[in-house]
């Protein structure tokens, strides 16, 4: 007894509902103010029929909800044997009100088809208790009454049959209406908390949105700038060596640093309409190729030999992806590679591009280097497009550098790039644009 206690008790509520816990205890109350009413007819306290009341009340307050199916069903046929034990007192009157108690627990406790038994079962109870009274009570009746006892009876049948139904209607559609407000509590939860995710997504796309343009701006100016910035420190350099003794040459190389300022302020100009306009576009690809390696060729004084094949794809941000990355590598060969010379192919065909970048500089051991922005910047132009970059060097033997872009899908994948020979490189120990 004491273990199915526990567990009753484990597994409880009290009645969800405050006003059918309050209408239990009324009901309870009455009749036990009946059972004492009577006492006053038989001189005799019902100390048992209180305490079957007591305990039927106590009950109440441990509803088991949940747990196993044959604690439920005990809890139910405890509550009945406590009713048909009252009977043994003798006050039936108190009958219909107790059985309505515990079909009203029964819908906390089973599911509709449990109510249903329970409910039956209260009713076969109702009516043998009924027939027990008759049987006790036409003995006593004249006659004349029989009729009008059993007309009674059938009464109070038909009314606690239809207090059954209204008790399990009622039940059911207070149940039904707490189920779908608790659902509509976790829906609003599950909301609110969605919204907030979704403000914090918000914030964190904000967040990379506005790296990812710094980002940009730091690449169009290292880009396209820079590579004039560097070539006009060049001839600047040549302009002070040869001021006084070949004053001629010093000019032209003025004239040229004065050509490449113009360049970088256009340079200016055009990565500022970029960041209002989008990407500049560029009408020719192998016009604008052709027109950088002469700039280059002319500005440093180092030989070019270009072969380019016929670009005929529209892409505008491969263009301009190209058009950088050799930008970038000229201006790296320009300022560590002391090369006389570089080479330079363009070819493509319908599924991809590809450009090759050798120079006869005093190259460097893959190994020892770690890319800078440069580097890391035609790493992520190249990635950022699906293709792929390849550094080959070593000491003496130049630099070559091989990129290859996709035509026919472009992706957005801004990760590492492939910097090496192969995946036997992975750490740079100096510094190199």
């Not at 249903?116 to 027990?132: C, D, P």
């Not at 997504?201 to 701006?217: C, D, G, K, P, S």
Request: proline residues 3%; negative net charge.
């Amino acid at each position: 007894m004491t273990s199915l206690t526990t567990k009753m008790l484990s597994h409880s509520q009290p009645n969800p509902f405050r006003f059918l816990q309050q209408l239990e205890w009324v009901m309870l109350g009455v009749c036990g103010s009946m059972g004492v009413f009577d006492a006053f007819d038989n001189h005799h306290i019902p100390v048992l029929h209180l305490l079957v009341l007591g305990i039927l009340g106590g009950m109440g307050l441990f509803l088991p909800t949940s747990g196993k199916t044959w604690v439920k069903v005990a809890y139910t046929g405890i509550e009945l044997f406590l009713i048909f034990y009252g009977t043994l007192l003798g006050y039936l009157h108190v009958l219909p009100v107790l059985y309505l108690i515990v079909v009203i627990r029964s819908c906390f406790i089973f599911e509709i088809s449990g109510r249903w038994l329970t409910a039956g079962v209260s009713l076969l109870y109702f009516i043998f208790h009924q027939v027990q009274y008759g049987l006790r009570t036409v003995p006593l009746l004249l006659p004349q009454g029989l009729q009008a006892f059993w007309m009674h009876q059938l009464a109070e049948l038909l009314m606690f049959g239809l207090g059954l139904v209204l008790i399990l209607r009622l039940a059911s559609t207070l149940l039904s209406e707490r189920q779908v407000k608790n659902q509509l509590e976790l829906t609003y939860g599950e909301l609110s908390e969605t919204y907030v995710r979704l403000q914090q997504y918000a914030l964190e796309v904000e967040h990379m949105t506005v790296l990812q343009e710094r980002n940009q701006i730091a690449q169009e100016i290292h880009d396209s700038i820079g590579h004039a910035l560097t070539a006009l420190n060049v001839q600047l350099k040549i302009a002070k060596r040869l001021w006084r003794e070949e004053p001629e040459e010093a000019e032209t190389a003025v004239e040229q640093a004065q050509t490449l300022g113009n360049l970088a302020m256009a340079e200016v100009r055009e990565s500022v309409r970029a960041l209002q306009d989008g990407i500049p576009e560029i009408p020719s690809l192998g016009q604008a190729i052709l027109t950088l390696v002469e700039t280059f060729q002319q500005n440093t004084g180092i030989e070019v030999s270009l072969q380019q094949s016929e670009l005929t794809f529209s892409s505008q941000p491969v263009s301009k992806t190209v058009y950088r990355i050799l930008q970038e590598a000229l201006t790296n060969i320009l300022k560590h590679s002391e090369a006389t010379a570089v080479s330079i192919i363009v070819s493509s065909t319908r599924q991809e591009l590809s450009l090759r970048i050798q120079d006869n500089g005093k190259g460097f051991e893959i190994e020892e280097i770690t890319p800078g922005f440069g580097l890391k910047s035609m790493g992520d132009r190249t990635n950022a497009f699906g293709g792929s970059l390849q550094l080959d060097s070593s000491h003496g033997s130049g630099c070559q550098i091989s990129v290859d872009l996709p035509l026919l899908e472009v992706h957005h994948d801004h990760s590492s790039f492939d910097c090496g020979r192969s995946a036997d490189h992975p750490s740079w120990n100096s510094e190199t644009d």
